[in-house]
């Protein structure tokens, strides 16, 4: 799949919508990119996770990582077609961390996935818990990129679409200061 398909099945699916939208990174945005939309489809969460896998078949990791809530089933079906283990990072008090008797060894080959980038925070917060446990991280992966490619990593990294998507804090909030209805969706509790 390339960058427009990606696109494209988010628009024809309905998972892109226009509005007043306060993101899990508590930005606000007048575009919100409804992951689960097409990750409840598995006939399209598999092609999206097959390219991503795609795109790790030389790296020899041997565990996929993804944060709760969408990195799961995005973590799970790339660790199915690469072959390996997928585990997920959940939050703790002050951070993320493992549960379900999940670990890592150091030197462990580890793949990050995730599902929509806006500040990277999630990526960043399992970046953190995996270089505790000393593990080599050797790719990581977005379903989409909606910072245009402006959050950077240390790591080899790729999203299979980048889009330039406007986001505010919420002081400079043009939508705000319009007076208009804000929708909070996402997982992450504010």
Partial sequence: MNQQ???????S???????????TSGRHSDVYYEKFTLLKKPSICTQICEQMAFNFKDTQAVTVVGPTTGG???????????GIEAIYAEPGENERIFKRGFSLEKGQKVVIVDDVLTTGKSVW???????SYEADIVGIGLMLDRSNGAVKFDYPFFALATVAANNWEPKDCPLCAKGMELTQRGSRKF
């Fill in 5 to 11: 398909e990606i696109l494209e099945l988010f628009q």
């Fill in 13 to 23: 699916s309905g998972a892109l919508l226009n509005g007043h939208f306060k993101l």
């Fill in 72 to 82: 799961i089933i995005i973590a799970y079906d790339v660790a199915r077609y690469l």
């Fill in 125 to 131: 917060e399992v970046i953190k818990l995996v270089e």
